[in-house]
């Protein structure tokens, strides 16, 4: 007898076919873990490394690092809210970054089998060696505009006192300036000079007994002014910060040419940066400035030319600028012919001369303070995780 085994077939097939199914399911799921295992573990090294970053300040590292972390994921797997862990290590010369995710990741299939959710985690490491030497060069605005009182107050103070407060400032002798110290009031260079000691003395502050650093200090007015040298003798520069004076007490002298000075100062730096030997060491440019330049008719009045920012940058050279916004006196002629006009240009013009997010705009002596420290803890990050 003939019999037909084609329903057996058929069967035996269907049978087959659902684990076959489910394999294919599982496989799916597991080929779909590795992949965002993959994408999550690459998201990581760049945490890492940017919690590491020079530009980083200590106490945003967790925060940069996160940031990192998400921006470098897909959507679709930022939906899924993934831990994200960091600690940060100091061992002698050396800093790690540690950092760590974990994620369930939804699965298609095997949740047949009651298991909905996979967990799936990875960890990586970065490391990077304290360095020995950066040299940082101070160029700071000694022209007449410096001398003008650094508050509304003080401008007050100071008319009242001398009967004028712009234009006039350098007159003498005696003149503003001694007039001011004598009566109490505080003029900008005072302030500038003052948070200038503050940012040295916190960057001094983590400064290993191994590492060379070095200032050097320049004024910025009708010409590029080298006052030190660069020295790593810190009470030698601390004394030059104090001892800083304005260019000169006429218009002439105190005149500020911030253009032609920065492609003078610009000369005095390396074709490129150093790498934090000794021999050749890191290279970190300090502005501070109004960001007026000003010479009768000489040059004309308003913001500086970005030209020689660029330059500096492209060099690999960091460029910080702390802009110290002047204090508006309207209804003055002076003040209204020469400086109004350009006022609100002046920042933006700063702001694209300083490297990214290395730009500060200050008004009160509060907000100066407050620049002067966020650039101190750029700088200090800088220095010790320097390679």
């Given at each position: 007898m003939v019999h037909d085994k084609s329903g057996n077939v058929a069967i035996t097939f269907a049978?087959?076919?659902?684990p076959l199914m489910l394999a294919i399911g599982i496989a799916v799921d597991i080929g779909n873990a590795l992949s965002v295992k993959k994408q999550m573990?690459?998201?990581?090294?760049?945490?890492a490394l940017a919690a590491l970053a020079e530009s980083t300040p200590d106490n945003k590292r967790q925060s940069v690092a996160q940031k990192a972390f998400e921006a470098s994921l897909p959507e679709n797997l930022r939906n899924l809210s993934p831990q994200f862990s960091l600690s940060v290590t100091e061992s002698g010369n050396n800093k790690s970054a540690t950092a760590s995710f974990a994620v369930d990741l939804p699965l298609a299939f095997a949740g047949?089998?009651?298991?909905?959710t996979l967990d799936v985690s990875g960890q990586t490491s970065s490391g990077i060696a304290v360095g020995?030497?950066?040299?940082i060069h101070l160029w700071l605005d000694s022209s007449a505009s410096m001398g003008v009182a650094a508050t509304e107050l003080d401008r007050d103070k100071l008319k009242a006192l001398t009967g004028c407060f712009f234009a006039c400032h350098m007159d003498g002798p005696p003149t503003s300036q001694k007039k001011a110290k004598d009566n109490g009031i505080v003029l900008?260079?005072?302030?500038m000079k003052k948070n200038v000691l503050a940012l040295m003395e916190k960057i001094h502050e983590v400064q290993l007994p191994e590492q060379v650093v070095r200032y050097s200090i320049s004024g910025m007015a009708r010409s590029f002014e080298p006052r030190i040298a660069l020295t790593n003798d810190y009470d030698a520069i601390h004394t030059a910060v104090e001892n800083f004076t304005l260019s000169?007490?006429?218009h002439s002298q105190g005149a500020s040419r911030l253009t032609p000075v920065l492609n003078t100062a610009r000369g005095t730096l390396p074709p490129q940066n150093g790498d934090g030997t000794v021999d050749n060491p890191r290279r970190f440019v300090v502005i501070v400035t109004d960001g007026m330049q000003f010479d009768w008719h000489s040059i004309s009045p308003g913001p500086i030319s970005n030209v020689s920012c660029e330059n500096i940058k492209s060099r690999g050279i960091p460029v910080a600028v702390?802009?110290?916004r002047y204090v508006p006196d309207p209804g003055n002629v002076h003040y209204e012919h020469w400086v109004a006009p350009h006022f609100n240009n002046l920042g933006p013009a700063l702001q694209a001369c300083a490297s990214p997010g290395m730009f500060y705009s200050a008004d009160t002596p509060a907000q100066i303070?407050?620049?002067?420290?966020?650039?101190a803890v750029r700088i200090r990050g800088a220095l010790r995780l320097m390679n």
């Open positions: 049978l087959c076919l659902i573990q690459d998201a990581l090294d760049a945490a047949i089998f009651g298991v909905d020995g030497a950066m040299d900008r260079i005072d302030l000169g007490v006429t702390i802009q110290l303070q407050e620049a002067f420290a966020e650039l």
